[in-house]
């Protein structure tokens, strides 16, 4: 969606029981109360973090017994302090809601600010930012910034940068914006369920004199999320997850759940002791749930086809289209009755634009490209891998919309929706 029309980021400074020695991180959750009851429980040292401020010392506190961080405040090292550098400030939450896909058919995802995809982020290139952010859910989480040169403590990746943020606890990223261009962020724990909830959004990095827009004088932005969704898998285990994290924050903040019922170790030489000890690993022969989310459902910003917003230009006009694959497929974006330049990739300048009419993008890939206003008409972009352009099996759909012409005069053909060809 255009820049315009996004939501503004508000700123501001029933389960069966399963043996615990192997099972997957969803038949955990369900089995979580075993733990305190029955097993080998592995030592940790240290005490409670008390609701507060919280500076977290070396090592995680996920080794410690009752971190129960309801209400704690946690400032990781590494940054500038609030008195050392302008930060702009933002706020931040997980939540969690039901959302609307295309009419009739809705999911339940953690969200960030309760929209999918989250806010978008416009800054300037070395703007020092602050995201305090808020876990209103039952589940942990964390931010990566993906493309951004963050400090390490700041770079959202459990259990190697920082611990998960936990239900309660708000948790604040510092860090300086760079490199400029095309980025954006997502939830680095339990990935493959929370990409399943499109738990992302983009963060612009403009620069005072920007390149592309020297070469190309641009009049609109659109940044547009690419993403997939099974349905039917993520609600499944959402629901797993979330009658298991009741009984697994309780057990934490009582001391009795142990790091090995998380699959939690210190260093590689405690899991082979672990292992040598009798634990099974929940990869293994026999442990392992197969359960791989296999998508009926594509969108641009969290809309599938006819749900999704047109793109809009006039004769005579640039437009600037920011392209972020969210998702874990490919996507092959086509537009007709245009060839575009391609300006950037992963969010850097290309050193020379590419003419094309069709951008790929692998998982994790950003590509902005660049429309000129010279065909008036009503012109198909979608996903030339026409899998993605269907709604549960049904064409048309998915990750398609229009790039419509504000100043068409007489039209010979008014465009009609179609919903089953």
């Not at 305190?36 to 090592?59: C, D, F, I, K, S």
């Not at 497929?329 to 003419?355: I, T």
Request: a negative charge; hydrophobic letters at 40%.
């Amino acid at each position: 969606m255009s820049e315009k029309s996004k939501s503004p980021l508000p700123a501001g400074d029933a389960e069966a029981d399963t043996p615990a020695s192997g099972p997957t991180r969803r038949a955990l959750l369900r089995s979580a109360a075993v733990a305190a009851t029955g097993g080998a429980l592995m030592g940790v040292a240290g005490g409670a973090a008390r609701a507060g401020e919280y500076q977290p010392a070396q090592g995680s506190m996920m080794f410690m017994k009752g971190h129960n961080m309801i209400g704690a405040r946690t400032n990781p090292p590494g940054a500038p302090g609030d008195h050392e550098v302008p930060y702009r400030s933002f706020d931040m939450s997980f939540d969690m809601m039901e959302h609307e896909l295309v009419p009739g058919v809705s999911l339940p995802v953690f969200a960030f600010n309760k929209q999918v995809p989250g806010p978008l982020f416009r800054v300037q290139e070395n703007d020092w930012v602050k995201v305090n952010v808020t876990n209103n859910t039952e589940e942990m989480h964390t931010i990566h910034w993906h493309g951004l040169d963050v400090i390490y403590t700041m770079d959202g990746v459990p259990m190697v940068t920082q611990d998960p943020i936990h239900p309660g606890e708000t948790f604040v990223y510092r860090f300086q914006a760079r490199p400029a261009g095309t980025r954006f962020y997502h939830c680095h724990w339990s990935t493959p369920l929370h990409m399943m909830s499109a738990l992302h959004g983009a963060f612009i990095i403009d620069q005072a004199d920007d390149p592309v827009r020297k070469m190309f004088p641009y009049t609109r932005d659109y940044t547009l999320m690419l993403e997939a969704f099974d349905v039917n898998w993520s609600r499944k285990h959402i629901n797993e997850v979330l009658g298991g994290m009741k009984r697994v924050n309780k057990l934490m903040a009582m001391g009795k759940l142990d790091p090995i019922t998380h699959g939690f170790f210190r260093d590689y030489d405690e899991f082979q002791a672990a292992i040598a000890d009798g634990w099974t690993p929940p990869y293994t022969r026999g442990a392992a749930e197969r359960s791989t989310p296999e998508p009926e459902f594509f969108a641009i910003n969290g809309k599938c086809y006819p749900a999704t917003e047109k793109l809009l230009i006039k004769q005579g006009e640039y437009i600037r289209i920011r392209l972020i694959n969210g998702g874990f497929l490919s996507h092959h974006m086509h537009l007709h009755g245009h060839n575009f330049w391609q300006v950037a990739e992963d969010g850097n300048p290309l050193p020379e634009p590419k003419r094309l009419n069709t951008v790929s993008l692998f998982p994790g890939k950003t590509a902005d490209i660049i429309v000129y206003g010279d065909n008036p008409g009503f012109w198909t972009f979608h996903d030339h891998d026409v899998r993605r352009v269907m709604n549960n099996g049904i064409y048309p759909g998915g990750m398609l919309t229009l790039l419509e012409y504000e100043d068409m005069g007489d039209v010979p053909y008014v465009p009609s929706i179609a919903i089953n060809e």
